[in-house]
């Protein structure tokens, strides 16, 4: 059985937005497709998905990502032949990001370990239930306005290993690397933007997995409107990506994120309340 084209457009819709609203894109999959009795054969639109979701973060995150790349360049000048001061911000954001970007890598060599979790809704309800008390702690915290400039190596590796954890189904990446990032004294609109850079990473590691699951396991017969519906969804992954991106820079600058935090625990419920029907 598979998805016809509006189940498709959904599951294209829920993996993007909640890719980056912290309430666990894998989250949603397992639940949707539990409910449609799919399992299995979903390599190829996984792999659009996550085409979808790079796209929308690197086209968010451009523009920070060519001032690191100015800087770095800038840095293997010469001093006395420089022609404009040397960005030392950006060479500390890059920094710091190759330290949290560490454990994001151990993660993905870890994410096949992790997959069959996905099958017990269990196991599922109590992730996402844990996902909620991370997102509702930092409110009770107070606030700073760190950055990479006053970070230590420590606290960048703590806040990898919070996206790191998003290979357990129901943890979300964004959320705990911005919970934990909040805990440490970081700036909220700072937190989101590694977040997301980080989360860049791993969904490029996610593809690369993809791609090996399809040579291992084949794509099947497709045919144009297959391959229509394939791109479809990694437009609609796409969109709702920048949606998620363009509502949690709101909530960085504003409310934060506990809100969350109550959603996570209302579906965990219900994920506890659809594996006892089942």
Not at 78 to 98: A, E, N, Q, V, Y
Not at 138 to 149: A, E, I, K, T, V
């Amino acid at each position: 059985m598979d998805l016809n084209w509006i189940q498709s457009i959904v599951y294209g819709f829920l993996s993007g937005f909640m890719d980056i609203v912290p309430i666990s894109a894998q989250a949603h999959r397992v639940l949707m497709l539990k409910l449609y009795g799919i399992n299995g054969g979903m390599e190829v639109m996984q792999l659009v998905v996550h085409i979808g979701i790079f796209g929308a973060l690197y086209f968010s995150c451009q523009s920070q990502i060519i001032r690191i790349n100015r800087a770095r360049a800038l840095a293997r000048v010469p001093k006395r032949r420089r022609k404009r001061p040397l960005d030392t911000r950006s060479l500390m954001d890059w920094s710091m990001l190759k330290t949290m970007l560490l454990p994001v890598l151990i993660g993905l060599l870890l994410h096949g370990y992790a997959e069959p979790l996905n099958d017990n809704l269990v196991v599922l309800s109590v992730f996402l239930f844990v996902n909620g008390l991370i997102l509702y702690i930092p409110q009770f915290l107070p606030g700073s306005n760190r950055d990479s400039r006053t970070l230590s190596r420590v606290e960048g590796v703590l806040m990898g290993l919070g996206a790191t954890a998003s290979v357990l189904p129901g943890i979300s990446a964004v959320g705990t690397a911005t919970s934990i990032g909040s805990v440490c004294g970081v700036e909220r609109s700072f937190c989101l933007n590694m977040a997301l850079m980080m989360n860049m990473a791993l969904n490029l590691g996610l593809i690369i997995l993809d791609v090996m699951a399809l040579f291992a396991e084949g794509a099947g017969v497709l045919s144009f409107v297959i391959l229509l519906r394939y791109l479809v969804v990694c437009l609609t992954a796409f969109g709702s990506c920048l949606l998620g991106i363009k509502l949690m820079r709101y909530l960085a600058g504003h409310h934060g994120y506990s809100i969350f935090g109550f959603y996570c625990a209302g579906l965990a419920l219900f994920t506890f309340i659809v594996n006892l029907m089942a």
